[in-house]
């Protein structure tokens, strides 16, 4: 029934904030894009430079935040309201330092509307899926930020979210944790079919992760261009990715000079 | 950690060196004096203290009025903290309003409102400290809420969190360290503006006994209470820091 719709649509949001003085500063122009229905899941990155308004858009997404223009359809409804449908996880992941790892989920589950009637999220099932198993009485605070992250992405992931926003994920991890994410996130995606949209100033990370990359520009945020990553692309290979890595340099440097040169890497 | 510990020893060699001080020139130098009393009276005067200053009665009247009172304040402000930190609610303008008086106008003077306005009553002390406790508690929370991170906020909003939620598992949750250390802090406080206030009242409680002994220049009898004072609110801060330990391990917001 719901998969006559896309599974998320953004249309034309534009968002003005208030500078100072009263003037207005145009934060996102028009960014249009949208995400389909997947049969295993898909993988979506918003690769664009510091202050483009990643993080407004995500936000605006949720439903955290109001949009000055535009429209945002969940499988082909509007919100108003964040209401767990869509998974959210900043940019500091924060899983509550007072609560377990059992209870964080817990916590999530209790604000539950409907029963949820599929073993694949049951709290045990997340707790594994996560790796987590073992750890299900310890605090967030005696552990690493990357356990700490399993926890936060854990909690989004029990609700059984039609997609999960991620904020700029991995910057703040070493390469060892970085890419212990990465296979986390792609197992996730392909066992439970979820898809995720996260946001990313690394070229190299949106295209280790991701089967789709918009490329964002800044002042003011719109999405230029949207790069398709192949299915079976084997992304180890130098020549592929090299590819896909001059792809999105020339899609930038088609801009002009720039902050862009930030996120070259 | 271990310089903590060197500093906690020198502390307590300080505190035993005042003790032996005071036995050394109070019980042999000059033990027949008006400034401290010789350490062998203050020994004799725990009897008359529990017999004729009914100490027992009126150190559990002292004691309970505190802590009860922390307690109902602690759970009352909870009960309403989603108006606290909602700065649209009316309740929260009329709180804000309210902040006025405590600015300029000293806590003990409330007290004498209260002794006016129910000298007899047994729960004036009570009241008197339920109220002091709730309103700073209730300043406290409305300061310490800016300070919970906002990813926590939204994360909860994410999750389909009403603010009822949001105000009692996240904000409450975050700041609850540093609610407990503000009452760690303040409880000497509390102390003495009670024992202040049972002075000026009457009836029961710790100020009672202070006030009697004045009266008769019983100077053992209150250097002796002034003794189990410091050592019941050494023992429930100790307690107090136990708890914060245990339940709220977490850094504050």
Redesign the interface.
């Known amino acids: 029934m719901t998969e006559k719709f896309p599974l998320l649509v953004v249309k034309d949001i534009n968002k003005f904030f208030l500078g100072l003085a009263g003037s207005k500063i145009h934060v996102l122009e028009n960014v249009n894009f949208q995400v389909e229905h997947q049969s295993s899941g898909e993988i979506i990155s918003i690769l664009a430079p510091f202050g483009a308004g990643k993080t407004t858009l995500l ?1 605006i997404i ?3 935040e109001k949009s000055s223009s535009g429209q945002i359809l969940l499988n082909g409804n509007t919100y108003n ?4 449908e ?9 899983s ?4 377990t790892v059992k209870q964080n989920l817990e ?2 589950l209790s ?1 539950k ?1 409907k029963k949820i009637k599929n073993d694949n999220y049951s709290l045990k099932n997340i707790i594994d899926l996560l790796e987590l198993t073992g750890y299900e009485d310890h ?1 967030p ?1 005696d552990k690493h930020s990357g356990f700490r992250f399993r926890i ?1 992405l854990g ?2 992931l029990i ?1 059984k979210p039609a997609i999960v926003l991620i904020d700029d994920p991995f910057k703040k991890f070493d390469s060892e944790t970085q890419h212990e994410l990465y296979a986390l996130i792609k197992k996730i995606s392909f066992n439970l079919k979820t898809s995720f949209l996260l946001t990313t100033t690394n070229i190299t990370e949106a295209i280790i992760l991701s089967d789709s990359i918009l490329i964002m520009r800044r002042d003011p945020g719109k999405i230029i261009q949207r790069i398709d990553i192949e299915k079976n692309a084997d992304k180890e290979n130098m020549e592929t990715f090299t590819y896909y890595q001059n792809e999105i340099k020339s899609a930038f440097t088609s801009l002009g000079d720039s902050p862009l040169i930030s996120i070259i890497n | 950690m271990n310089f903590q510990k060197v500093l906690s020893n020198k502390k307590l060699y300080f505190i035993l060196s005042y003790f032996l001080l005071w036995i050394i020139l109070f019980g042999f130098l000059i033990p027949a004096n008006n400034f401290l009393p010789k350490p062998s009276i203050v020994l004799m005067s725990l009897s008359a203290l529990w017999e004729d200053y009914h100490l027992a009665v009126n150190l559990i009247s002292t004691f309970s009025t505190i802590y009860i009172s922390v307690i109902i304040a602690y759970f009352l402000v909870y009960a309403i903290i989603k108006f606290i930190i909602n700065e649209n609610s009316f309740l929260f303008d009329f709180i804000s309003s309210l902040s006025f008086f405590p600015k300029y106008i000293p806590d003990m003077v409330f007290g004498f409102f209260l002794i006016f306005w129910l000298p007899n009553s047994p729960i004036t002390g009570f009241i008197f400290i339920t109220v002091i406790v709730f309103y700073s508690l209730i300043v406290k929370v409305h300061l310490e809420s800016k300070k919970v991170k906002h990813e926590y906020i939204d994360t909860a909003r994410a999750l389909g969190s009403n603010k009822s939620i949001i105000a009692r598992k996240v904000v409450w949750k975050a700041i609850g360290p540093s609610l407990i250390k503000y009452l760690l802090d303040s409880h000497t406080y509390l102390w003495s503006i009670l024992i202040a206030f049972e002075f000026i009242k009457g009836g029961r409680g710790l100020g009672t006994i202070f006030k009697t002994a004045l009266m008769y220049r019983d100077l053992s009898a209150m250097f002796t209470v002034t003794l189990i004072i410091g050592i019941v609110i050494y023992f429930t801060g100790f307690l107090l820091k136990y708890l914060k330990n245990k339940f709220f391990h977490w850094s504050n917001c």
């Open positions: 936000r949720n439903g955290l309201e964040p209401s767990g869509i998974g959210f996880i900043p940019e500091n992941p924060s509550f330092p007072w609560y916590f999530a604000l509307k605090f605070l936060a909690r989004a609700l």
